[in-house]
């Protein structure tokens, strides 16, 4: 079946705009998770979305930074009045089960936001 | 706080070589540990686990071993090949919400 997507691929922004980065996970998968990789940096969390449950929104850098989850689907991470210091990979991962077990992660190929 | 340092690469090998990338890590709790891994244009995928002391995960010829007395889970293939040229994250999890990844580890292997 098909895998973790996300879109777009590639994004380009100006310093100050506002993105969008949308992320389809697996069906039926209840959790979600937001991940950054920046060059030379490991995988830094963002946000996790399992079930109805409130988000863990522990890992956002700034109010800058939001994300909803709707229908217990699609995500969507925003990112208001962008710096050059959010070019990164953004990265979407989707699980059948919460964090509480251990099965593995399903990540997409991720967003590449650049920003000029 | 709960943390993996991984072994900086990138690493480059000749096919048959013996490959070792170094994890080590620091938990308050129990932690599960994953080597994750990124092959060129694909999205990341587990490769292998073990969830408790002495485990010992292993796939596609890779093996790790949870040390709990030396905090550590190397990951070891006796035999590399050209197609596992990718980039390797060692990762964690202590029944929190997250997932902590090292930095990666970027391995070529050269025919």
């Known amino acids: 079946g098909a895998g973790v997507s996300q879109s777009p691929s590639n994004k380009v922004t100006e310093k100050g705009k506002d993105v969008e980065l949308r992320c389809d996970p697996i069906s039926g998968h209840t959790a979600l998770y937001w991940y950054r990789q920046s060059l030379g940096q490991g ?32 995500s969507t991470l925003t990112i208001q009045r962008t710096q050059q210091e959010d070019s990164a990979v953004y990265l979407c991962a989707s699980s059948p089960q919460g964090a509480a077990y251990n099965s593995p992660l399903h990540f997409g190929n991720g967003t590449r936001l650049t920003v000029t | 706080g709960d943390s993996v340092t991984q072994m900086e690469g990138p690493v480059t090998l000749s096919e048959e070589a013996f490959l070792t990338i170094n994890c080590t890590y620091t938990a308050t ?83």
Not at chain 2, 70 to 75: M, V
């Open chain 1, 43 to 74: 995988l830094e969390f963002l946000i996790y979305f399992q079930g109805n449950s409130a988000p863990d929104k522990s890992g956002l850098p700034s109010d800058r930074f939001s994300a909803e989850r709707t229908g217990g689907s699609v």
């Open chain 2, 29 to 111: 709790g129990y932690p599960s540990l994953f080597w994750y891994v990124q092959y060129p244009g694909e999205g990341l995928q587990l490769l292998l686990k073990a969830t408790k002391a002495d485990d010992k995960g292993s796939n596609k010829g890779f093996e790790a071993t949870y040390r709990k007395e030396t905090t550590s889970f190397h990951l070891e293939k006796g035999s590399v090949q050209v197609s596992d040229s990718a980039v390797y994250f060692c990762a964690l999890k202590t029944g929190a919400n997250n997932l902590f990844f090292g930095t990666g580890t970027r391995l070529t292997v050269i025919p």
